[in-house]
């Protein structure tokens, strides 16, 4: 458990002016209970301010990034990214859980591995950073490193647009869908992939991604847009 968070910080270049939030942020209801002399507030109201924030944020980037989408569609991709896997995969990449100061019990079955607690930890985090430095640097943070994962196709399953493209071809009539790789950018660690789509022989769609998948998904956006089924 790492107690100096100077650290994070400056991992995350952000900097709090009120290090209580953070602290307080970072601490679980069982340390506090182990504690008690110390005065302590555990992260849990924190978390229901984070939660809130994040669902605000998001939605609100969403609204802007993805006019294509309807309020269906809008609504399951948020919550495919505020739900518990999202917020524990996110928590995961910045090492979250290193920080979580946990009572002895806790910790010795496995707290600090455990998904619903570190999803905690994330929306606490959220919820200090805005209270320390206000929304606009909640979407800072974000935008490094949340909002980038949606823009690279990380939750496409939720708006899979080759099941939609396949779906209107089929319907009507149009012919055989294929993709292809044209063409591999980048040295084998940072690859970019660029993909075609073809319907009956005719290009209807281009993608560029860092995976074939999410290159092909942006093609059949590209396709679905041009066959007049999204707006562009």
Do not use: W
Not at 187 to 200: G, N, T, V
């Amino acid at each position: 458990m790492a107690t100096d968070f100077k650290p994070l910080q400056e991992s995350l270049k952000i900097f709090f002016n009120e290090i209580r939030f953070l602290k307080q942020a970072f601490t679980h209801s069982s340390y506090v209970n182990e504690h008690r002399h110390k005065n302590l507030q555990d992260n849990e109201r924190l978390e229901f301010l984070g939660d809130a924030v994040l669902e605000l944020t998001v939605s609100d980037y969403l609204f802007k990034n993805f006019p294509e989408l309807n309020e269906g569609q809008l609504t399951k991709l948020r919550a495919a990214i505020v739900c518990e896997s999202s917020l524990v995969e996110f928590a995961e990449s910045l090492r979250f859980g290193e920080y979580i100061q946990l009572g002895k019990g806790e910790e010795h079955t496995g707290g600090r591995q455990r998904p619903a607690l570190l999803a905690d930890v994330f929306e606490s985090f959220v919820g200090a950073l805005y209270l320390d430095q206000g929304i606009e640097m909640v979407r800072f943070f974000l935008e490094k490193y949340v909002f980038p994962k949606i823009d690279h196709g990380y939750f496409f399953q939720i708006h899979d647009y080759k099941s939609q493209l396949q779906e209107f071809v089929q319907q009507a009539n149009l012919g055989n869908i294929v993709y292809r790789i044209v063409d591999e950018v980048g040295p084998a660690h940072d690859r970019e992939f660029h993909s075609e789509l073809l319907i009956e022989g005719e290009a209807y769609g281009m993608g560029v991604g860092k995976s074939k998948k999410e290159s092909e998904q942006k093609a059949a956006h590209q396709a679905l847009v041009k066959l007049g089924e999204l707006k562009g």
